[in-house]
Nanobody, 118 residues
């Protein structure tokens, strides 16, 4: 049974930091690209950051580049998002997604809420 479970969300003040974690099981994690997406209320889900299966290449949305960093531990089946210098517009439900390639399969977690407010 495929499972992606996000954790680490919470409320933080602007300028603060959070680290999100995504625990994966039920599929060959080391063979899958991993991504973080987010969705704010009344907005479409948007790509945040991604990393290929080996961890040797990552990419970021322009809005988070330089502030967020992705990483993965293929021995522990874990995927991370380090978020620094958070802004109010980073508030959203954050999801991790596993990608088996251009045509899938794709697996999604249920999300973890991040709220940035003073």
């Amino acid at each position: 049974q495929v499972q992606l479970v996000e954790s680490g969300g919470g409320q933080v003040q602007p300028g603060g930091s959070l680290t999100l974690s995504c625990s994966a099981s039920g599929f060959p994690f080391k063979d899958f690209g991993m991504n973080w997406y987010r969705q704010a209320p009344e907005k479409e889900r948007e790509f945040v950051a991604g990393m290929i299966y080996s961890g040797r290449w990552s990419n970021y949305a322009d809005s988070v580049r330089g502030r967020f960093t992705v990483s993965r531990d293929n021995d522990k089946n874990m995927f991370y998002l380090q978020m620094n210098n958070l802004r109010t517009d980073d508030s959203a439900l954050y999801f991790c997604r596993a990608s088996g390639g251009p045509t899938g399969p794709y697996y999604w977690g249920r999300g973890t809420q991040v709220t940035v407010s003073s």
